[in-house]
């Protein structure tokens, strides 16, 4: 691991915690990084999530943002402009994945993940949100079915710490003109009805964005099935909001909920 992948794990590792980021920041300098100005202005936009609210879009921040990597500013940025949720917590994680373990899925699947989600692998891979519902500031999904977050599945088959666990999932699906679209099933959720897993789109126009769709068994996959959510996954990221405990639909010491 380097120095570099190193802090960013620290303060991945450390949510809610300004120290590893200043330390960071604080070794970029020294290395005449320009990433350390970034790092430092992210810290000051990202003070209302220490209240529980998100910031809003700062224009600054984007503009130094477009001028870096990508992937480094998803994955060190908390929502809505990266995937680092410092206001949701995640436990029990898959194995820690590096850039060789992606691109392997990937070409085995032939398919190539959005950044964001890229970012959020390499971050946590996968496991259980603290109690987290989708849906921020009145946004997102129907009021009268709450979409409760179980687990965001890993990329490591291993990581199933119960028969119910499953690895991310590639699904196709051909269409009348021939043509391919996939979905990849990235989260496993509830709402008060039904039993729910979280897709992204992969190809096609519908690349990019987040469906979900009632959990049945036995019947092939159909696209025409699936729930518009949102039209990124970082939206998705940025309307995840926590609950109490108590308001859950589901226990997770109980397949049934009961």
Known sequence: MTDDEAFVRGLVDSPG?????????????????????????????????????PPSICARLQAMAARLDPLWVARVSRTPIGVCCDHIPFEDRGNALDAADIDRFERRHDIMLPTAYRALLLNVNGGIPDACRFGFGGHGYDGEAPLDLRWFRSLDPSHQTDCLRAPVEVLAHKTKHQTIRKYLVIADAETDRDDNTVLLGLSGPEAGFVFDRYRTRGRSFDPDELNFLCDSFIDFMSMLAPIDPSDLLFYFDSPDGL
Do not use: S
């Open 17 to 53: 915690d300004d120290l590893p980021r200043l330390i960071y920041a604080d070794w970029l300098q020294d290395h005449n990084d320009p990433r350390a100005d970034y790092l430092r202005a992210e810290l000051t936009w990202a003070e209302p999530w220490k209240e529980g609210q």
